[in-house]
């Protein structure tokens, strides 16, 4: 079983900067794929980025620019520096981990963590 826990979410004013962190432990088998998704209140679940095990990263066009995910193998930590923050970035930010790569779909990740809010002011 893997467990993901989320942090770093925060509320900041538009314009500044946060850095998610999501921390795995346990059995790390179909895990190379690693993702972040946000939920905004009243809205569907949506796709944020995502980074292979080589390194390779697919955005959302909504962040394109602003945000960057990485990850640290060694430490089976994936993290997300989102800057230049909007209010419509504000949203619970989840991660996520898998076994197909650089998916945009909720469906090919397995293992998700408990999320962390995010809340942007105007």
């Known amino acids: 079983q893997v467990q993901l826990v989320e942090s770093g979410g925060g509320l900041v004013q538009a314009g500044g900067s946060l850095r998610l962190s999501c921390a795995a432990s346990?059995?790390?088998?179909?895990?190379?794929?690693r993702a972040w998704f946000r939920q905004a209140p009243g809205k569907e679940r949506e796709f944020v980025a995502t980074?292979?095990?080589?390194?390779?990263?697919t955005y959302a066009d909504s962040v394109t620019g602003r945000f960057t995910i990485s990850r640290d193998n060694a430490k089976n930590t994936v993290y997300l520096q989102m800057n230049s923050l909007k209010p419509e970035d504000t949203a619970i930010y989840y991660c996520?981990?898998?076994?197909?790569?650089?998916?945009?779909?909720?469906?090919?990740?397995?293992?998700w963590g408990q999320g962390t809010q995010v809340t942007v002011s105007s």
């Open positions: 996520a981990a898998g076994g197909r790569p650089g998916s945009y779909y909720e469906r090919d990740y397995n293992y």
């Open positions: 346990g059995r790390t088998f179909n895990t190379q794929t």
């Open positions: 980074i292979r095990d080589s390194g390779t990263s």
